[in-house]
Protein backbone atom coordinates (compact mmCIF):
# COMPACT_ATOMS: atom_id res chain seq x y z
CA UNK A 1 0.00 0.00 0.00
CA UNK A 2 1.34 3.56 -1.24
CA UNK A 3 1.22 5.67 1.73
CA UNK A 4 2.28 9.70 1.77
CA UNK A 5 2.70 11.36 5.11
CA UNK A 6 2.62 14.47 5.67
CA UNK A 7 4.00 16.96 7.83
CA UNK A 8 3.64 19.20 10.07
CA UNK A 9 -0.43 17.57 10.72
CA UNK A 10 -0.83 21.09 11.95
CA UNK A 11 0.73 24.52 11.30
CA UNK A 12 -0.36 27.52 13.01
CA UNK A 13 1.71 30.88 12.28
CA UNK A 14 1.53 34.39 12.25
CA UNK A 15 0.57 36.40 8.85
CA UNK A 16 3.89 37.48 7.07
CA UNK A 17 5.95 34.29 8.05
CA UNK A 18 7.17 31.45 5.91
CA UNK A 19 6.29 27.85 6.24
CA UNK A 20 6.79 24.70 4.22
CA UNK A 21 4.95 21.55 4.12
CA UNK A 22 6.07 18.23 3.39
CA UNK A 23 4.75 15.27 1.45
CA UNK A 24 7.26 11.53 1.40
CA UNK A 25 6.70 9.17 0.68
CA UNK A 26 8.87 5.54 -0.23
CA UNK A 27 7.42 4.89 -3.30
CA UNK A 28 7.78 6.93 -6.47
CA UNK A 29 5.16 8.50 -8.05
CA UNK A 30 4.84 9.85 -11.91
CA UNK A 31 2.88 12.79 -10.61
CA UNK A 32 2.15 14.62 -7.53
CA UNK A 33 -0.35 17.07 -7.07
CA UNK A 34 -1.31 19.36 -4.31
CA UNK A 35 -4.58 20.47 -3.45
CA UNK A 36 -6.59 23.36 -0.56
CA UNK A 37 -9.54 22.71 1.29
CA UNK A 38 -11.40 25.43 2.99
CA UNK A 39 -14.22 24.53 5.28
CA UNK A 40 -17.36 23.88 3.56
CA UNK A 41 -16.25 23.14 0.00
CA UNK A 42 -14.41 20.43 -1.97
CA UNK A 43 -10.55 20.21 -2.54
CA UNK A 44 -9.43 22.64 -5.19
CA UNK A 45 -6.22 21.85 -7.27
CA UNK A 46 -3.53 24.02 -6.78
CA UNK A 47 -0.80 22.31 -9.06
CA UNK A 48 0.49 18.95 -10.61
CA UNK A 49 4.33 18.03 -10.61
CA UNK A 50 5.56 15.35 -13.17
CA UNK A 51 9.02 15.46 -13.62
CA UNK A 52 11.76 14.79 -10.55
CA UNK A 53 13.58 17.99 -9.21
CA UNK A 54 10.44 20.14 -11.04
CA UNK A 55 9.87 23.74 -9.12
CA UNK A 56 6.53 25.60 -9.74
CA UNK A 57 5.91 29.01 -8.35
CA UNK A 58 1.99 29.92 -7.97
CA UNK A 59 2.30 33.98 -6.74
CA UNK A 60 3.79 33.48 -2.85
CA UNK A 61 3.83 29.13 -3.40
CA UNK A 62 6.59 27.09 -4.70
CA UNK A 63 6.31 23.84 -5.22
CA UNK A 64 8.63 20.90 -5.27
CA UNK A 65 9.04 17.51 -6.63
CA UNK A 66 11.87 15.57 -5.18
CA UNK A 67 14.50 13.90 -7.66
CA UNK A 68 13.51 10.80 -7.12
CA UNK A 69 10.03 11.09 -6.95
CA UNK A 70 9.06 10.06 -3.82
CA UNK A 71 8.54 13.71 -1.80
CA UNK A 72 7.21 17.13 -2.27
CA UNK A 73 7.17 20.00 -0.86
CA UNK A 74 5.38 23.00 -0.70
CA UNK A 75 6.67 26.82 0.47
CA UNK A 76 4.66 29.48 1.22
CA UNK A 77 6.12 32.86 1.43
CA UNK A 78 4.68 36.07 3.64
CA UNK A 79 1.83 33.86 4.64
CA UNK A 80 -1.79 35.58 4.46
CA UNK A 81 -5.02 35.03 6.43
CA UNK A 82 -6.49 33.80 3.07
CA UNK A 83 -3.88 30.66 2.72
CA UNK A 84 -5.53 29.00 5.92
CA UNK A 85 -6.41 25.86 4.88
CA UNK A 86 -6.26 22.17 4.57
CA UNK A 87 -3.62 21.54 2.31
CA UNK A 88 -3.20 17.57 0.68
CA UNK A 89 -0.63 16.79 -1.16
CA UNK A 90 -1.66 13.35 -3.98
CA UNK A 91 0.43 10.57 -5.93
CA UNK A 92 -0.64 9.31 -8.57
CA UNK A 93 0.65 8.03 -12.18
CA UNK A 94 0.80 10.60 -14.99
CA UNK A 95 -1.14 8.60 -17.23
CA UNK A 96 -3.21 5.21 -17.71
CA UNK A 97 -6.14 4.55 -14.76
CA UNK A 98 -3.93 4.50 -11.83
CA UNK A 99 -5.71 5.65 -8.29
CA UNK A 100 -4.73 8.99 -6.77
CA UNK A 101 -3.16 7.98 -3.36
CA UNK A 102 -4.07 10.64 -0.81
CA UNK A 103 -1.78 12.12 1.53
CA UNK A 104 -2.72 12.55 5.54
CA UNK A 105 -2.79 16.41 4.98
CA UNK A 106 -1.73 19.80 6.66
CA UNK A 107 -4.18 21.75 8.48
CA UNK A 108 -2.55 25.30 8.32
CA UNK A 109 -3.53 28.35 10.02
CA UNK A 110 -2.59 31.68 9.15
CA UNK A 111 -3.12 34.44 12.32
CA UNK A 112 -4.05 38.24 11.44
CA UNK B 1 -10.59 22.44 -15.10
CA UNK B 2 -14.04 20.53 -14.48
CA UNK B 3 -17.48 22.24 -13.02
CA UNK B 4 -19.07 19.46 -10.31
CA UNK B 5 -21.67 20.22 -8.90
CA UNK B 6 -23.34 18.29 -6.05
CA UNK B 7 -26.56 17.67 -4.51
CA UNK B 8 -27.69 18.02 -1.94
CA UNK B 9 -25.11 19.99 -0.23
CA UNK B 10 -25.84 19.00 3.21
CA UNK B 11 -28.47 16.55 5.07
CA UNK B 12 -29.33 15.41 8.21
CA UNK B 13 -30.70 12.01 8.24
CA UNK B 14 -31.81 9.34 10.53
CA UNK B 15 -30.24 5.92 11.71
CA UNK B 16 -31.43 3.19 9.29
CA UNK B 17 -32.73 5.46 6.17
CA UNK B 18 -30.98 6.25 2.93
CA UNK B 19 -29.69 9.02 1.24
CA UNK B 20 -28.57 9.48 -2.84
CA UNK B 21 -25.85 12.04 -3.60
CA UNK B 22 -25.91 13.17 -6.96
CA UNK B 23 -22.88 14.02 -8.75
CA UNK B 24 -23.20 16.39 -12.02
CA UNK B 25 -20.51 17.16 -14.52
CA UNK B 26 -20.26 20.23 -16.98
CA UNK B 27 -18.81 17.99 -20.13
CA UNK B 28 -18.08 14.34 -20.40
CA UNK B 29 -15.45 12.30 -18.47
CA UNK B 30 -14.26 8.66 -18.72
CA UNK B 31 -13.23 8.34 -14.90
CA UNK B 32 -15.33 9.57 -11.70
CA UNK B 33 -14.66 8.80 -8.73
CA UNK B 34 -16.79 8.85 -5.13
CA UNK B 35 -14.59 9.69 -1.81
CA UNK B 36 -15.14 9.91 1.72
CA UNK B 37 -13.72 12.52 4.00
CA UNK B 38 -14.77 11.94 7.93
CA UNK B 39 -13.87 15.62 9.93
CA UNK B 40 -10.27 16.70 9.94
CA UNK B 41 -9.05 13.82 7.98
CA UNK B 42 -7.99 13.06 4.11
CA UNK B 43 -9.73 11.57 1.28
CA UNK B 44 -10.43 7.66 1.23
CA UNK B 45 -11.71 6.07 -2.42
CA UNK B 46 -15.07 4.50 -2.11
CA UNK B 47 -15.35 3.20 -5.37
CA UNK B 48 -14.46 4.29 -9.15
CA UNK B 49 -17.80 4.87 -10.93
CA UNK B 50 -17.85 3.17 -13.98
CA UNK B 51 -19.93 3.97 -17.28
CA UNK B 52 -22.65 1.38 -18.36
CA UNK B 53 -21.35 -1.16 -16.18
CA UNK B 54 -21.08 -1.83 -12.66
CA UNK B 55 -18.55 0.63 -9.80
CA UNK B 56 -15.40 -0.81 -8.64
CA UNK B 57 -15.11 -0.75 -5.06
CA UNK B 58 -12.18 -0.42 -2.49
CA UNK B 59 -11.27 -1.98 0.45
CA UNK B 60 -13.98 -1.72 3.05
CA UNK B 61 -16.71 -0.59 0.64
CA UNK B 62 -19.09 -2.71 -0.41
CA UNK B 63 -21.80 -2.22 -3.38
CA UNK B 64 -24.73 -3.10 -0.61
CA UNK B 65 -23.86 -0.01 1.40
CA UNK B 66 -22.70 2.51 -1.25
CA UNK B 67 -24.63 1.73 -4.25
CA UNK B 68 -23.66 3.94 -7.36
CA UNK B 69 -24.78 4.75 -10.27
CA UNK B 70 -23.17 6.24 -13.70
CA UNK B 71 -25.84 6.42 -16.58
CA UNK B 72 -24.03 8.59 -18.69
CA UNK B 73 -20.44 10.11 -18.69
CA UNK B 74 -21.65 13.34 -17.45
CA UNK B 75 -23.70 12.10 -14.60
CA UNK B 76 -23.53 9.71 -11.24
CA UNK B 77 -24.98 8.96 -8.23
CA UNK B 78 -23.79 7.94 -4.75
CA UNK B 79 -26.17 5.97 -2.58
CA UNK B 80 -25.75 5.48 1.33
CA UNK B 81 -27.80 2.90 2.16
CA UNK B 82 -29.01 2.20 6.27
CA UNK B 83 -27.35 4.73 8.05
CA UNK B 84 -25.79 5.28 11.03
CA UNK B 85 -24.02 7.53 12.72
CA UNK B 86 -20.65 6.56 12.08
CA UNK B 87 -21.55 7.39 8.35
CA UNK B 88 -21.77 11.38 8.88
CA UNK B 89 -19.22 12.74 6.97
CA UNK B 90 -18.45 14.43 4.07
CA UNK B 91 -19.23 12.88 0.53
CA UNK B 92 -17.34 14.23 -2.35
CA UNK B 93 -17.74 13.34 -6.30
CA UNK B 94 -14.42 13.71 -8.31
CA UNK B 95 -13.46 13.38 -12.27
CA UNK B 96 -10.12 13.11 -13.75
CA UNK B 97 -9.07 14.94 -16.72
CA UNK B 98 -6.39 14.83 -18.88
CA UNK B 99 -4.08 17.90 -19.14
CA UNK B 100 -0.81 19.26 -19.78
CA UNK B 101 0.62 17.76 -17.19
CA UNK B 102 -1.16 14.19 -17.24
CA UNK B 103 -4.06 13.16 -15.51
CA UNK B 104 -5.56 16.01 -12.92
CA UNK B 105 -8.34 15.47 -10.42
CA UNK B 106 -10.57 17.71 -9.32
CA UNK B 107 -13.38 17.84 -6.90
CA UNK B 108 -17.09 18.76 -6.39
CA UNK B 109 -18.02 20.65 -3.46
CA UNK B 110 -18.97 17.70 -1.21
CA UNK B 111 -21.70 17.02 0.60
CA UNK B 112 -21.98 17.12 4.44
CA UNK B 113 -23.94 14.33 6.03
CA UNK B 114 -24.97 13.74 9.44
CA UNK B 115 -26.58 10.78 10.67
CA UNK B 116 -28.51 11.01 14.13
Known amino acids: TQLLEQSPQFLSIQEGENLTVYCNSS?????LQWYRQEPGEGPVLLVTVVTGGEVKKLKRLTFQFGDARKDSSLHITAAQTGDTGLYLCAGGSNFGNEKLTFGTGTRLTIIP | SAVISQKPSRDICQRGTSLTIQCQVDSQVTMMFWYRQQPGQSLTLIATANQGSEATYESGFVIDKFPISRPNLTFSTLTVSNMSPEDSSIYLCSVRRSGRGGNEQFFGPGTRLTVL
Open chain 1, 27 to 31: SVFSS
